[in-house]
């Protein structure tokens, strides 16, 4: 099955998400091909100006990331941007995801990641900061 994200084309945030048969998007050589799911989305769902569709994959290996709504269309990367999770965080040109300004400490002991320690970002301190579990 392929998926695609139908993308509002004012702000190029992703609306939706479809899956499609995989029969629906190949061509006489069966080969995939976006262009015609593309044109069987717009003979099912008719064709919307406001709206554009783009393929996903799942495994990351088209266009960055796997689309989710609230997610943005950037052509000109030619990736799904997640939203991003915190002012401070700057964006991974080659992910196409969102980076802390430091690196998440990786010092946890076994005995703290089975007691339920972990690390949590804040935004006020620009830090990591650890959290256990009570």
Request: charged residues 25%; glycine residues 6%.
């Amino acid at each position: 099955m392929a998926h695609f994200a139908k993308i509002r084309v004012a702000d190029n945030q992703v609306v939706h998400v479809s899956g499609v048969d995989n029969w629906n998007i190949v061509d006489g050589e069966g080969n995939e091909v976006e262009a015609i799911g593309i044109a069987y989305l717009e003979q099912v769902h008719g064709v919307d100006a406001d709206h554009i569709w783009r393929q996903t994959s799942y495994n990351g290996n088209m266009r960055k990331n796997y689309a989710g709504i609230g997610m943005t269309w950037d052509a000109d990367r030619n990736a799904f941007i997640p939203p991003k999770p915190y002012n401070s965080w700057v964006l991974n040109e080659e992910t196409c995801r969102w980076d802390a300004p430091t690196p998440m400490p990786t010092d946890l002991t076994e005995e703290e990641i089975e007691a339920g320690t972990h690390y949590s970002w804040d935004e006020e301190t620009t830090a990591w900061v650890k959290v256990t579990r009570t």
